[in-house]
Nanobody, 115 residues
């Protein structure tokens, strides 16, 4: 079983930036499809950004032009760069990695955007 642990969340002022990382408890090889999701208070979980095995990316309309998903290495497979953060970006952010064996999810990291 693989555990994913997100880091990089925290409190940031509107307009600020954060970079989220997703670390794996053991190396994840292969060009896996991965994503970042978030759940805001009182809302359903939503896909924020995804990257396919061919490095095709897709983003929620609300974050296009501000967030960037990128592929890392076997131990830290995926990152999310978040710029120009807005209060409505406040949420718990989760990373997800789909391998040929299973889908893995992290426990989440809280991002709070507030002045």
């Amino acid at each position: 079983q693989v555990q994913l642990v997100e880091s990089g969340g925290g409190l940031v002022q509107p307009g600020g930036s954060l970079r989220l990382s997703c670390a794996a408890s053991r190396s994840l090889f292969g060009r896996n499809t991965m994503g970042w999701y978030r759940r805001a208070p009182g809302k359903e979980r939503e896909l924020v950004a995804g990257i396919t095995s061919l490095d095709e990316t897709n983003y929620a309309d609300s974050v296009k032009g501000r967030f960037t998903i990128s592929r890392g290495n076997a131990k830290t497979p995926v990152y999310l760069q978040m710029n120009s953060l807005k209060p409505e970006d406040t949420a718990v952010y989760y990373c997800q990695v789909s391998t040929i064996l299973d889908d893995y999810w992290g426990q989440g990291t809280l991002v709070t955007v507030s002045s």
